[in-house]
């Protein structure tokens, strides 16, 4: 359904349809509720009702090692976490620097690897499948291969180096590792998103701007990317999101070591190690801020394009 | 089963539990047993949790136990990760989930206080508690207590010993002056001169710098783990200059920012150190590895940081403790107070190598005869000092080698005022863990 | 436009397909290589093993740590996945066939969910979870599993539902089936292949997390294999689990491989109709 057809519609079928609001709409719509409930409520229930309670514990002195000890603390803890620069911004810094550059990276690989997949003349669902696999495979067991691939003394990417160099023990060096793991995992997520938008291209407007003289650059700039938009968006947002909240590959690859702390390790730690729950609420309410901005900022830059947006006019 | 229990929240926890104990069960006959049934007769089964130890001796004191206690009870090991990090980790993941399959616990010595203030652990009944008192050496038996209550029994424990070599040097340093001066010599004229010691950001600086510490007269904190002391006679200042000296100096070997007992080790063997401060691990090892170096290697008591005060080295070492949710805690205590038995505790020194607690096992000639530096090692064991004492150590400890490390970028007089206010704040959980 | 293919481009073609067939390999043929080396070998740096023992599989199924793991991972995955696609079921069904307010809200809240940081969870989680006794059974991780596989599988659901052309439930009713047989006969096999492809892909979700698994699990009542690999011991304390580690890793990418050969097509066509038609 496109957002015209939407727009037009909805606000004069609307009076008109309700004044007859038949038994069966009525009944419909209670239908549509009953189905969507039970799902609803599961999400709800295990997002939102934790988070507040994250909050709650996030006023606290809440310190499993000190239990006589809990008390209302206002916003101390969050002060505890943004007045630490060289941890929590450090961390935050890290994530960030990983989630731009992977992002960026996995945006211009994953749009070379859509534009094979959907153009490739040979082995079409070879292709896909082997794509496929990253996307599927467990992070943990892809970050053992590479944590073994630059283990010096095991592996082979290590042994290209020169000798006594062990690179997940150098902050730059293991972020680029890192960066290299979180790429090689969900450049196919990406380019299957991307790979729908390209779809949606009609083969008739390429060949009429290649009648106009376009070359394939101008076309690829000027028609395909144009139309992809709202698939990009989707794509980048996802992606950012998720990149974001990076853990996995970091816990197996450095666990944190040499600087190379995520904000989610952090707070794994505050957790684990400190059994602060105070302070790693704190942390945590900070991360769904964060990510919440994340969204916010992408939904304003890119326009009304977001996915599940009311149209409005 | 199915949709049902999908929406979780809604139902009361045991029956949630319930419908995943059936499912579990579904698929495998070994799901969520309750542990071992207490009821009826024959003998508890007692779960030791403890780190996996390499030569077996625990093992053999927990069947000779079993066999001992006449039905009363059967120890089962557990072995805990290999890392101490890990090990705590466990283990108070699993009591502050209030899971009771725990029975006896082997906590480092640093960690009682945690596990007592979180109610973790169960305190020794009084009587009990003056017969594990009698004869076992007081610093480990300051580790096991907190508020006054005596929460664990003292297992086996370790201290670090000066060993140096007799063909580079005369005689041993008293100070770290002295030994820093010396190094400096052997520099100039081209021979090894490396102090070896613990420089990594791990726990091993940390216990560097608090033997620094308690040896200028000072301390990390407080006994009741409240106030931050280093200030005290400016133990704190003095011992960050030894670190800065030493950083500084021709002594400091290039790795030492990566630098663990194993390292250390491995340096001195290969020749390329006078000194090396480290347990007495190294000297089987060196016996087996380089006879050469061996036969030049020595022991000395650990380097003062001045020269009229005594050195107060840090303590390491395992105490035992009950799960304050154990459903045998009587097994479990009488169970401790076996394996602690002064015949096992010679079996875990001579046959696993961890010098035992009890003072009166020192004195006799058979384990004099397999461990020489006896002497030494009991009377800096006797005087030995203790971590920071608070609920809080882990954080305290991952600040003190966060914030100094490199130990080239130590800065004593920028430094200090950090590492209180870091400190003040860990135990007062205001701090974020490095 | 494949009639005018030159044979440069024919080549480029080929070339692109087998950058990227190499570059997913390399890794996964990594692990494999690692998991047959013999212990004594494994500190080669060889890409290929020198010397070939089944060892580290024989090694990692006769521990309880490995198979407990295997049964938790198979057990959790499987049942937060039936739970998730049922409740999903409805949810897109509704979303795709009937008129009701909220449900873009619904769509749009469904999102926010599946963006959530999963650390901001664990945090409150596991101390609900401690306090009311979830934390280290099956339902402890189930539940936040049909959470996040929730909002992808009502996402790829109601994009297949769509597509389902539901007249022919009338016309098989007018042809004298009863509305029972046309819904079974008619309707079930249309909307089947999309139900499992977002089964897959639920399942995959639950079969490849680590932050919950690791985070609320502590023992092996419920530790799933990724969790579990991050505790696996060598034989001594200084020895390295590496072939153990990538032997278990083999295994638990094994079922991946199968399930991503046997739905390829749906499974590209599940991840993108969601991103499009949202």
């Known amino acids: 359904m496109s957002q015209a057809e939407v727009a037009a519609e909805a606000p004069v079928a609307e009076p008109r349809r309700r004044r007859v609001l038949s038994e069966r709409a009525r009944a419909e719509r209670k239908l549509g509720w009953l189905l969507c409930f039970p799902a609803a409520l599961v999400m709800v229930a295990v997002t939102a009702y934790p988070i507040g309670y994250a909050v709650y514990l996030s006023l606290e002195r809440y310190d499993l090692r000190f239990p006589a000890n809990t008390a209302f603390v206002g916003l101390a803890n969050y002060w505890t976490v943004l007045k630490s620069v060289d941890l929590w911004w450090r961390a935050f810094g890290v994530t960030t620097l990983i989630t731009v550059v992977s992002v960026g990276v996995e945006f211009v690989l994953g749009m070379a690897v859509a534009l094979v997949m959907y153009r490739t003349l040979y082995g079409r669902g070879l292709i896909r499948t082997s794509v496929l696999i990253p996307y599927g495979i467990v992070t943990v067991a892809a970050a053992f291969s590479w944590q073994y691939a630059w283990t010096p003394g095991i592996g082979y990417l290590a042994n290209l180096l020169p000798s006594g160099t062990a690179p997940l023990t150098g902050t730059w060096s293991a972020i680029g590792i890192i960066i290299l793991a979180e790429v090689w995992k969900t450049t196919p997520f990406m380019s299957l998103l991307l790979l729908a938008g390209l779809s949606l291209v009609p083969d008739g407007l390429l060949d009429a701007a290649k009648v106009d003289g376009a070359n394939a650059w101008q076309r690829f700039t000027r028609v395909t990317l144009p139309i992809m938009k709202p698939a990009i968006l989707v794509a980048l947002l996802f992606r950012t999101l998720d990149a974001f909240r990076i853990f996995d590959n970091i816990f197996i690859l450095t666990h944190g070591a040499a600087n190379t702390r995520s904000v989610s390790i952090l707070d794994y730690d505050q957790l684990f190690t400190a059994f602060n729950l105070g302070v790693g609420n704190a942390m945590s309410v900070l991360i769904v801020i964060a990510v919440a901005l994340i969204a916010f900022i992408y939904i304003k830059a890119f326009g009304t394009a977001a996915p599940g947006q009311e149209v409005r006019r | 089963m199915g949709l049902d229990h999908g929406g979780g929240q809604r139902r009361t926890p045991a029956r949630v539990l319930a419908a995943g104990c059936i499912a579990a069960l579904a698929l495998s006959a070994a799901a969520c047993g309750s542990g071992p049934s207490a009821g009826g007769s024959g003998p508890v089964t007692l779960a030791w949790y403890i780190f996996p130890e390499p030569s077996g001796s625990f093992a053999k004191a927990a069947a000779e136990c079993s066999k001992d206690s006449n039905g009363e009870y059967r120890i089962d090991i557990h072995n805990l990760p290999a890392s101490a990090d890990g090990q705590r980790e466990e283990m108070a993941r699993r009591l502050a989930a209030g899971d009771t399959s725990l029975d006896i616990l082997g906590l480092d010595v640093t960690w009682t206080p945690e596990f007592a203030e979180a109610h973790w652990i169960a305190p020794w009944p009084a009587q009990q508690a003056a017969q594990i008192r009698k004869g076992t050496l007081k610093p480990m038996l300051d580790t096991a207590t907190w508020n006054g209550k005596l929460y664990s029994a003292p297992f086996n424990t370790n201290t670090q010993l000066l060993w140096w070599r007799n063909d580079l040097v005369d005689h041993p340093p008293k100070t770290w002056h002295e030994m820093l001066s010396v190094a400096a010599r052997l520099a100039k004229q081209g021979k090894p001169h490396y102090v070896e010691i613990q420089g990594a950001q791990y726990e091993g600086y940390t216990v560097w710098f608090n033997t620094l510490v308690n040896s200028a007269g000072g301390k990390i904190v407080s006994d009741n783990g409240r106030r931050v002391l280093l200030d005290k006679n400016n133990a704190g200042l003095k011992a960050l200059r030894v670190i800065y000296d030493l950083a500084h100096s021709p002594a400091a070997d290039p790795s030492l920012p990566v630098q663990m007992e194993d390292q250390n080790r491995l340096a001195f063997e290969a020749g390329k150190a006078p000194f090396e401060l480290n347990y007495p691990f190294v000297y089987p090892s060196a016996k087996a590895d380089v006879p050469k170096i061996f036969k030049h290697m020595r022991w000395a008591p650990y380097p003062r940081v001045e020269a009229d005060r005594p050195v107060h080295v840090t303590i390491g070492g395992i105490d035992l403790a009950v799960s304050a949710l154990s459903q045998h805690k009587k097994e479990a205590f009488d169970a401790i107070r076996c394996l602690r038995a002064p015949k096992h505790e010679v079996t875990n020194a001579v046959k696993g190598g961890l010098p035992p607690v009890l003072t009166s096992i020192y004195h006799r000639k058979s384990f004099q005869k397999v461990y020489p530096f006896w002497k030494d090692i009991l009377h800096e064991l006797q005087t030995a000092s203790i971590r920071a004492k608070t609920p809080a150590y882990q954080s305290v400890s991952l600040e003190i080698s966060y914030t100094l490390s490199p130990p080239d970028s130590v800065d004593p007089k920028a430094d200090l005022p950090l590492l209180k206010t870091r400190i003040d704040d860990a135990i007062n959980s205001r701090g974020l863990v490095p | ?278």
């Open chain 3, 1 to 278: 436009m494949a009639l005018q293919t030159t044979g440069r481009q024919r080549w480029g073609w080929i070339g692109a397909d087998l950058l990227i067939i190499v570059i997913v390999a390399v890794p996964l043929w990594w692990l494999i290589s690692l998991s047959f080396k013999d212990p004594s070998t494994i500190t080669n740096g060889s890409f290929w093993p020198t010397k070939w023992t089944l060892d580290n599989y024989r090694g990692i199924f006769s521990t309880s740590l490995f198979t407990r793991a295997l049964i938790n991972s198979i057990g959790i995955g499987l049942i937060s996945t039936f739970i998730s696609v049922v409740l999903a079921s409805f949810a897109a069904y509704a979303i795709a066939r009937l008129e009701f307010p909220g449900k873009r809200v619904l769509i749009g809240a469904s999102l926010l969910i599946a963006m959530f940081p999963p650390i901001s969870l664990v945090t409150p989680l596991f101390n609900l979870w401690r306090i009311i006794g979830l934390f280290d059974t099956w339902p402890g991780l189930i539940i936040p599993y049909i959470t996040f596989s929730l909002p992808l599988s009502i996402y790829t659901l109601s994009a297949f539902f769509r597509e389902i052309p539901w007249e022919l439930e009338r016309a098989a009713q007018i042809d004298g089936a009863t509305p029972w047989q046309a819904f079974t006969r008619v309707i079930i096999p249309l909307a089947m292949p999309g139900v499992v492809t977002t089964a897959v892909l639920a399942f995959l979700y639950a079969w490849n997390d680590f932050v919950f698994a690791i985070s609320l699990t502590s023992t092996n009542n419920s530790r799933t294999v990724p969790a579990a690999l991050a505790f696996f011991t060598g034989a001594s304390q200084f020895e390295q689990p590496t072939g153990s580690i990538a032997a278990a890793a083999v295994i638990i990418t094994i079922p991946i491989i199968i399930l991503v050969m046997i739905f390829q097509r749906r499974i590209v066509a599940g991840l993108t109709a969601g991103a499009v038609k949202g």
